[in-house]
């Protein structure tokens, strides 16, 4: 029996932190997960491409998940993210989630593979993982059409949720929940929240941003549960400024600020995106614009 029936709202992605030797700083991916289960986040995924899965290797990720699930404690639903760089390295981490405890699991297809590898995938991580799996739908990797997804979802049951964010992400929400809206538990939405209320008003009733100001895009995604459009169309309004400047070094950054994060080191040079002092004023001004609405986690000086 799952711990969580259904998984929905706002899911904060987990930017993962590194020590000054480039490991992973487990104390800090620690007090991410903690962050996101006391400021009212519904949920946790990592690592997916906020957590530069793409930079981790085989063992420390399956480290990091079982830090993350052990600071967690059952409080949220955590997916784990079993994106790689081969189909065998994503059934690899579909294995380590199941014998984790994983509440379910989330992938895309391998980088420079094609649609057919896609499904495949699909088909082949619910053999290896008894629980839920996340469709991720990305741009950049083999994304499946609606149709697609439809037929995939007759074959393989355990396709619960979808994150569906091929751009533009609202319009091929709609799409997928004409076909699929009635056979799926979740459909959710990316691209940082930018779009939270078209997505919404076209089917999703979920997210999955960046952790580091979730828990005021969760505030918005309650709003509009209780049916006060307005009032969530105007706060996400108002967060939009900051959500446009978000790169990994802002997640980490802002992360610290909020007293989570105790280091901001890039297991890749940043290059342009790195924050400079002008980047970190414009922070500071949008985050006065928005500190009424922060409950958990004040923002600290730079």
Not at 201 to 221: F, S, Y
């Amino acid at each position: 029996m799952p711990r969580f029936d259904h998984l929905k709202g706002c899911f904060g992605l987990l930017p993962t932190p590194y020590t000054e030797e480039y490991e992973i700083h487990i104390p800090d991916l620690k007090a991410a997960a903690n962050f996101c289960c006391t400021s009212g986040q519904h949920g946790i995924v990592w690592p997916v491409m906020v957590g530069e899965f793409y930079f981790l290797g085989e063992e420390e990720r399956i480290r990091g998940l079982d830090a993350v699930l052990e600071e967690m404690n059952g409080r949220l639903p955590l997916i784990f993210g079993c994106s790689g760089v081969s189909l065998p390295q994503v059934l690899l981490f579909a294995r380590a989630a199941q014998k984790a405890g994983a509440d379910a699991i989330i992938a895309m297809a391998p980088a420079r593979t094609n649609q057919a590898v896609a499904l495949e995938m699909f088909k082949r991580m619910a053999d290896n993982f008894d629980g839920p799996i996340v469709l991720q739908n990305a741009g950049m990797y083999a994304p499946l059409t609606g149709e697609q997804i439809a037929g995939l979802i007759e074959e393989v049951p355990s396709i619960e949720y979808i994150k569906e964010e091929r751009p533009p992400g609202p319009k091929h929400i709609a799409e997928v929940y004409e076909l699929v809206g009635d056979k799926v538990k979740t459909i959710f939405g990316g691209a940082a929240g930018k779009f939270l209320p078209d997505e919404l008003t076209r089917g999703a009733n979920g997210c999955m941003p960046a952790c580091e100001i979730a828990d005021l895009l969760a505030k918005v995604m309650e709003l509009w549960w209780a049916g006060d459009e307005s009032s969530a169309r105007a706060m996400h309004t108002r967060l939009l400024p900051l959500i446009n400047l978000e790169t990994h070094p802002f997640m980490r950054y802002m992360l610290k600020r909020r007293g989570v994060f105790t280091s901001t080191v890039e297991r890749a040079p940043a290059g342009a995106q790195t924050l400079d002092t002008a980047d970190k004023r414009e922070i500071s001004v949008q985050l006065a614009a928005i500190q009424d609405l922060v409950e958990f986690y004040p923002f600290g000086p730079e």
